[in-house]
């Protein structure tokens, strides 16, 4: 093993730089991961940027090339294949969207009741350098919109098996959101708390930093939105698909069942209780046509950095960087067909916000915890060295001072191309199939023509529509199209409006 250089103190007495060249080595991967951080948000902004704008399969390839260039990056892996399977979805490749969800759905199972979100040795790297060397899990909204849009997929490719399976697993993730998701939060924090307790901080200074961070954000937790992780249109699709694809008396209870939780999280929904009406009335599958209109983008993260009052020999303060959410607008909130206008069944914005300041406490602990130890650290080691030999202790405080700067970092990671909204629109199938979609416009205002859709006649129908931001040219579209009983026809393309692009999902411009 090669020794460490050392530097000559008097005759024949030298002193070693481990000390140096082990904050050198932590330099170097705290270099590294800013690098790959880097690169993220650069690939992620190329990504919302082409998604934005309509341009679908640009906004894919640019995901899929992000997803092949980090394959063997652990850490992000799951981030990519999200953002690959929504813009190819979005693209109309139905089936590499739904070979990229199958990749995060097995990334995300291990956490569904059996394994522990965080492991021991993560915790170390993560405390050493900072929370953007974690593995991404992905977010309990996530999971259960991940498990929803698969079925979507497998449902507008005729797959009724697969598709049922994928409902089942975004209700068994909502299930586990709301009972488990507290528990582990507070299991988490108390062991910050010990570490934090155990370094002698004072007590007051995460809560203050907390309550600084959320300032920044610029939403009071009064108004951070939904006290659980229901996810509306979850479980609305589900009903939906059973109501449209099965006689069974079971199925239609179940579909009764997840109408009624629709409910309780929207008191006063109209499309639910018209379909439990049609479920008490009985009779065969209803033909009535269900557009979901997931509307804009999730919100995103900056990068928030305070000085945190923390004493360590003489220096007062550290630099800490904490993730602050921001919504996005430019989105089009409301859909008319059919005389009727669409209503807003799922505010994914609240759902991510409300998950997110459930953590935050833990965030921002764990970020401080972080930044203590780093300078605490590369104080004791100056001193060590300062006492052996005075260059020495310099070269370990500049090295160490390198260090904090180059380790400091927020994680900013999310799965951007999901919707910030789910607006339903429920009416009846026209008797000749064509039903003509229109962004809602404000103030009288008509809107403009989106696309025409081309349904089953007489049949129940379920579309799921996609447009990122207002300035979209046009929606992405998936169908399901009933023909009786549980038959189906695989999803067709919409007809595009005079003077338009094509409407389908299969449109979009290369980067």
């Given at each position: 093993?090669?020794t ?6 008097g ?5 070693g730089?481990g000390?140096?060249h ?5 330099a ?7 690098g790959?951080?880097?690169?993220l ?5 190329e ?8 341009r ?19 850490a992000?892996q ?8 929504r813009?190819?979805?979005a693209?109309?490749?139905v ?15 291990p ?13 170390l790297?993560t405390?050493?350098v900072n ?6 899990r992905?977010t ?13 997929n497998r ?17 068994d993730?909502q ?6 998701f ?24 995460s ?6 961070v ?26 939906a ?17 997840d ?5 309780e999280?929207l008191p ?6 018209a379909?439990?009406a049609?479920?008490?009335a ?5 033909p009535v046509t269900w ?5 804009g ?12 009052p ?14 602050v959410?921001?919504r ?18 799922a505010?994914l ?8 300041d459930?953590r ?13 130890g ?5 104080w004791a080691a100056?001193q060590a ?16 001072i ?9 994680d ?14 429920r009416v009846?199938?026209p008797?000749?199939?064509a ?14 023509t989106?696309?025409?859709l081309?349904?089953a006649p007489g ?5 799921i ?13 998936l ?7 549980s ?11 005079p ?13």
């Amino acid at each position: 093993m090669a020794t460490a250089p050392a530097v000559r103190r008097g005759p024949g007495r030298t002193i070693g730089l481990g000390a140096a060249h082990r904050a050198a080595s932590c330099a170097v991967l705290a270099a590294a991961a800013a690098g790959c951080q880097s690169d993220l948000r650069r690939s992620v902004r190329e990504i919302d940027a082409a998604y934005a704008q309509g341009r679908y399969p640009g906004a894919a390839e640019i995901a899929e090339r992000a997803a092949e260039r980090n394959a063997d990056d652990r850490a992000d892996q799951l981030l990519w294949w999200l953002q690959a399977g929504r813009t190819r979805q979005a693209a109309g490749d139905v089936a590499a969207s739904i070979a990229w969800y199958d990749r995060a759905y097995e990334a995300v199972r291990p956490y569904l009741d059996s394994k522990a979100e965080a492991t021991v040795s993560e915790a170390l790297v993560t405390t050493a350098v900072n929370q953007t060397m974690r593995i991404y899990r992905a977010t309990p909204p996530e999971r259960i919109m991940l498990c929803a849009l698969q079925g979507a997929n497998r449902l507008a490719s005729g797959d009724l098996a697969g598709a049922r399976v994928e409902f089942n697993r975004a209700a068994d993730f909502q299930q586990d959101a709301v009972s488990r998701f507290a528990q582990e939060i507070n299991a988490a924090q108390e062991r910050t708390n010990a570490e934090w307790k155990s370094g002698g901080w004072a007590t007051g200074i995460s809560t203050d930093a907390t309550a600084k961070v959320r300032q920044a954000q610029e939403r009071p937790a009064s108004a951070l939105g939904m006290s659980s992780f229901g996810n509306p249109f979850a479980s609305y699709l589900r009903a939906a698909f059973l109501l449209a694809t099965s006689t069974d008396p079971g199925d239609r209870q179940n579909a009764r069942a997840d109408l009624r939780g629709v409910q309780e999280m929207l008191p006063g929904c109209a499309e639910a209780a018209a379909d439990i009406a049609a479920i008490d009335a009985g009779g065969g599958p209803p033909p009535v046509t269900w557009i979901f209109f997931l509307t804009g983008v999730a919100p995103t993260y900056r990068e928030f950095r305070l000085d945190i009052p923390i004493p360590v020999g003489n220096v007062n303060y550290v630099s800490a960087a904490f993730p602050v959410l921001e919504r996005r607008g430019a989105f089009i909130p409301a859909i008319d067909a059919g005389g009727a206008r669409s209503s807003t069944i799922a505010d994914l914005d609240a759902a991510v916000e409300a998950e997110f300041d459930a953590r935050l406490p833990l965030i921002v602990t764990q970020e401080i915890v972080s930044s203590a130890g780093k300078a605490a650290a590369t104080w004791a080691a100056s001193q060590a060295a300062y006492q052996q030999d005075s260059t020495a202790g310099v070269l370990v405080q500049i090295v160490g001072i390198a260090y904090q700067a180059a380790s400091t970092a927020a994680d900013l990671r999310a799965w951007t191309t999901m919707p910030k909204q789910v607006a339903l629109l429920r009416v009846p199938t026209p008797a000749d199939g064509a039903l003509e979609v229109r962004a809602g416009g404000g103030e009288g205002q008509p809107g403009r023509t989106l696309c025409t859709l081309a349904l089953a006649p007489g049949a129940p129908n379920i579309v799921i529509m996609t447009l990122p931001s207002a300035a979209a040219p046009h929606p992405a579209v998936l169908q399901y199209r009933g023909g009786g009983g549980s038959e189906i026809a695989p999803g067709a393309p919409a007809a595009a409006a005079p003077g338009a692009p094509p409407t389908s999902a299969a449109t979009g411009d290369s980067p």
